[in-house]
């Protein structure tokens, strides 16, 4: 429970510092436009923020996500806070090394550069007795 609370209280601290970036008013982050970023876990959280603030400062941003209806409705979330956002989904799963590699034949695809890879996916307060993961 106290476990918890922590958790929620630096995730409300970690919002509030990145929510500057909402509506675009990403004050220190300069023009991207022409560039093209990855950002993984871009549904919900950092990740969809970072994505948002990317989009609206021009980048082109590709949301990888292990569930595409979640990835749609973040990239509409975005699109709604400016329609000329350019954001396409890309599945990707970390936990499988498989989906890893079929995303990134879908990126080169899809773009061919790449600007910015944000990892935004990880874990943290791993218990120690956790079955070991792809991801971990
Ligand atoms: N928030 C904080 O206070 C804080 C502090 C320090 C560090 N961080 C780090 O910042 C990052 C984001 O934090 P957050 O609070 O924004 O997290 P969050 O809201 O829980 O979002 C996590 C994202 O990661 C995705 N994800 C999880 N496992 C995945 C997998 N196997 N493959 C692909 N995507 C996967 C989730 O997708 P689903 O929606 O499909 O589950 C979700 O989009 C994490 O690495 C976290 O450890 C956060």
Do not use: F, Y
Not at 57 to 70: I, M, N, P, Y
């Amino acid at each position: 429970m106290e476990r918890a609370e922590a958790r929620s209280r630096r995730n409300l601290s970690w919002h509030r510092h990145i929510s500057r970036a909402r509506g675009g008013q990403a004050a220190s982050l300069p023009d991207q436009s022409g560039r093209v970023a990855v950002v993984t876990g871009a549904n919900q959280g950092l990740g969809l923020e970072t994505a948002r603030a990317l989009a609206l400062r021009g980048a082109t941003v590709l949301l990888a996500c292990r569930d595409l209806d979640k990835a749609e409705r973040a990239a509409a979330l975005i699109r709604a806070g400016d329609a000329s956002a350019k954001v396409q989904v890309v599945r990707l799963d970390l936990a499988s090394l498989a989906s890893i590699r079929e995303a990134a034949t879908t990126i080169r695809a899809l773009s061919t550069r790449l600007d910015l890879l944000i990892n935004n996916v990880g874990v943290m307060e791993i218990p120690l007795n956790a079955p070991r993961t792809v991801l971990s």
